[in-house]
């Protein structure tokens, strides 16, 4: 019969780390694949934003002819352009640590 050793903490402390980066790795994957997969709906909001449609819109809610509780965001000049531009930004950081 073997004699049981007594496993060193380092050992342990070490498989953990290695479990939860393994565990976070593929969560970032599954994130990057979703965002990704976004973006042609990112720039569908886009051409909105750039139409004469978006204008037409606006218009009409500054003229009050949209109903109150109407979510209205996407009329929203910054929420959109912030939105793009974090947009923009997050492509750039991921191609960057593609290189």
Known sequence: MKAQTKVPEHICE??????????????????MAAFEELQPE???LEAYYTSQQWKDDLA????GLLPE???????????????????????????????
């Open 14 to 31: 070490m498989e953990n780390i290695l479990d939860r980066a393994t565990q976070k790795m593929d969560e970032l994957e599954r994130s």
């Open 60 to 63: 009409m809610d500054e003229a």
């Open 69 to 99: 509780n109407l979510k209205r965001g996407v009329l929203s000049q910054d929420g959109i352009w912030n939105m793009l531009e974090r947009n923009r930004e997050l492509i750039h950081v991921l191609k960057r640590r593609e290189e």
């Open 42 to 44: 990112i720039k569908k």
